[in-house]
């Protein structure tokens, strides 16, 4: 009789673990202690940009203001959104928005210092000019009095030929 030896495996063979059940998480507002009345949000903003318009001056995949070599994500409000003003719905012009990538977008401190403004202003002023010249864009109401409330603050800019 040959004796063989046939080594024991390390661990032996367990059994698949259950999965766990999926843990479903609160509805937005809810948290420990709170009422269970969600928090009202603002369904619209007057400041917000129109993407259609955008979309027609900057194209399909605009590039950044700052960096050209980068895809812009965001549309940065050159001089704010008007705060509780009540002609607030002026900074919706598409002369406010400065496509710029979210990286500088978050974290550069020159985006509201008055040259910065005045650099960012001029070079949307350029490309909403060149989208009216193609024919892709014309000048609306909004644009003419945001127009008229940047040079009331002592912005220069050149003016619509």
Request: aromatic share 10%; charged share 30%.
């Amino acid at each position: 009789m040959e004796l063989v030896f046939r080594p024991q495996p390390k661990h032996p063979r367990r059994e698949p673990k259950r999965p766990k059940p999926i843990r479903r998480s609160k509805p937005i507002g809810l948290s420990k202690g709170r009422t269970k009345t969600p928090i009202k949000r603002m369904t619209h903003d007057p400041a917000n940009f129109d993407k259609i318009e955008l979309e027609f001056i900057y194209g399909h995949t605009p590039l950044c203001f700052i960096s050209p070599m980068e895809k812009a994500q965001e549309f940065h409000h050159i001089f704010g959104r008007g705060g509780k003003r009540e002609d607030r719905h002026i900074f919706s012009s598409v002369l406010n928005a400065a496509p710029l990538s979210r990286k500088l977008h978050d974290t550069c401190p020159l985006l509201n210092t008055k040259g910065f403004r005045q650099a960012l202003y001029d070079h949307a002023l350029k490309h909403v000019s060149y989208a009216v010249a193609k024919g892709n864009y014309a000048y609306t109401d909004v644009d003419l009095l945001f127009m008229a409330w940047v040079q009331g603050e002592g912005y220069d800019s050149d003016t619509i030929e």
